[in-house]
């Protein structure tokens, strides 16, 4: 009798790698909680939803970066969408004690920030308004009617004598 062989895979068929998640995880670097987002999610949200999730004892972040051993760090901008760059790179949040830690130790050597409550989506600490509505703007805003006002009746006066104009330049001419 014929050794019956078995089927081996035809070369057209290739093995399928497993699909990526439709997530992506940032580690909180003040909590340790590891937190899940869609991908593709803002970043300033994800930094809002994170610092909402925090007690008020610990650091809030300021924004989030992916890090690799070896590789320089990418930061997220309030507007960008975070997404998971591979094997072995990590996203993780960056506080305000972080980046002053590392300009202490002389990495960075200038740095322009944006505080929290400055980013689009991202909370800060609430300020109080302190009189909103004084004599000065009140001066103004009656100030700014009036000269609307004047504006339009001299527009008026100009346009109803528009057409006697009109008429004695053409009786000069």
């Known amino acids: 009798m014929a050794k019956q062989s078995s089927p081996s895979p035809s070369p057209s068929r290739r093995q399928i790698p497993p699909p990526r998640p439709q997530y992506v ?3 909180c670097r003040s909590s340790g909680k590891t937190r899940r987002f869609a991908a593709g999610t803002d970043a300033a949200f994800a930094v809002a939803l994170i610092n909402r999730m ?3 004892t610990v650091a809030v972040a ?5 890090v690799k051993d070896g590789e320089e760090p990418i930061a997220f901008g ?14 993780q949040t ?3 004690t972080d980046l002053s830690s590392e300009v202490g130790k002389g990495q ?17 600490p609430a300020r109080g308004v302190s ?4 004599f000065v703007y009140l001066v103004r ?3 700014a009617f009036i000269l609307i006002f004047v504006l339009g009746a001299i527009f008026t006066l100009f346009l109803n004598n528009l057409p006697a104009f009109i008429l004695f330049l053409k009786s000069i001419v």
Request: proline share 8%.
């Open 78 to 91: 309030p507007t960008s969408l975070i997404s998971n760059f591979g094997e072995g790179w990590k996203l």
């Open 141 to 143: 805003i009656i100030f």
């Open 108 to 124: 960075f050597q200038q740095m322009a920030m944006q505080a929290p409550g400055l980013v689009s989506g991202v909370p800060g």
């Open 54 to 56: 925090l007690k008020g």
């Open 62 to 66: 300021s924004h989030i970066e992916a």
């Open 131 to 134: 009189n909103p509505i004084s």
């Open 94 to 96: 960056v506080t305000l």
């Open 25 to 27: 995880e940032v580690n």
